[in-house]
């Protein structure tokens, strides 16, 4: 600290100043008695501990440190509406919607962002990618939102959708170039499987639960929920059969939708026994209270 309200860096070994580091409070800014000092390369966070302790961020600009080199620093969010469908029917085409923001110091060049598809709600460049757009030069501080035309899979089930943006010429960190994600029911065949199933003739199977839950995590996500973290996430006849648990759980996360909709729910058959056999009118009644919410505008 000084008279000219800066902070001066010098080298340990040669004691010599470096002057392209010196820091430049703005007037009337500065802090006199720093309890520590601290810097990302795109801000220099001090501790004040004159009176009251307070923590205090100035961005290396052209005031404040003059000399200081320059870096872009590119980030990819999701917009409000980040997609046009929740709940897209399987192979059907939406958008993706994304702002990309330039939060460091310097000029981004051009770039592309592109959108990938995930099974898990951390997007990664791992994952599938999905579709592209070309993102232009933005300055500091400089942002744009970018509409990426993406298809849903072919198959139906919950998947996540998010973007990341190529880094650019001179941008130092590039961990934060991905966005979060958003998570999209994909919708198939609207119809069930032997519907209705009929006691005493039809097998309660694994296939009846996928269907159901597909549906429900449909219904979950167009009213603002997200997908159930369901138990046995797949069921199999041969190493996972369905059970009494998975009744339960299917009604919990119906009930949720419902509760979403401000809509409600009873269910009169009595709830499957943990150990007991699941009954055909446990599922054809899943079925017609999944279609009933599906029906509402």
Request: aromatic share 8%; hydrophobic share 40%.
């Amino acid at each position: 600290m000084g008279g000219e309200q800066a902070l001066y860096a010098y080298d340990v070994v040669t004691r010599q100043p470096l002057r392209r580091k010196h820091f430049h409070f703005p007037r009337n800014q500065a802090r006199e008695e720093p309890l520590g000092i601290w810097s990302d390369g795109l801000k220099m966070w001090i501790v004040n501990g004159y009176g009251t302790v307070r923590v205090y961020a100035w961005p290396f600009t052209s005031t404040t440190c003059p000399q200081c080199p320059r870096f872009p620093d590119l980030i990819a969010q999701l917009h409000d509406a980040p997609v046009s469908d929740y709940t897209p029917m399987a192979g059907q085409a939406f958008t993706l919607q994304v702002v990309v923001r330039n939060q460091g110091s310097a000029t981004a060049d051009a770039t592309r962002i592109r959108a990938y598809r995930s099974a898990d709600p951390v997007i990664s460049r791992s994952d599938e990618e999905a579709g592209s757009s070309l993102v232009p030069s933005l300055a500091r501080n400089g942002a744009g939102v970018r509409t990426i035309d993406v298809t849903a899979p072919s198959t139906a089930g919950t998947r996540y959708y998010g973007a990341c943006v190529d880094g650019v010429s001179g941008e130092r960190n590039t961990t934060n170039n991905c966005s979060a994600a958003v998570a999209v029911a994909v919708t198939g065949d609207m119809s069930f499987t032997d519907d209705p199933i009929e006691a005493g003739v039809t097998a309660v199977k694994a296939v009846h639960f996928t269907e159901l839950r597909q549906r429900i995590d449909a219904l979950r996500v167009s009213h603002g929920l997200a997908p159930s973290l369901w138990i046995d996430a797949t069921l199999k006849a041969d190493t996972t059969p369905v059970a009494a648990v998975h009744v339960s759980e299917l009604r919990q996360a119906l009930r949720q939708a419902y509760d979403a909709a401000d809509e409600a729910i009873g269910f009169n058959t009595e709830r499957a026994q943990s150990g007991g056999s699941i009954r055909a009118e446990h599922v054809n009644e899943l079925r017609r209270a999944v279609e009933a919410l599906e029906s509402r505008p």
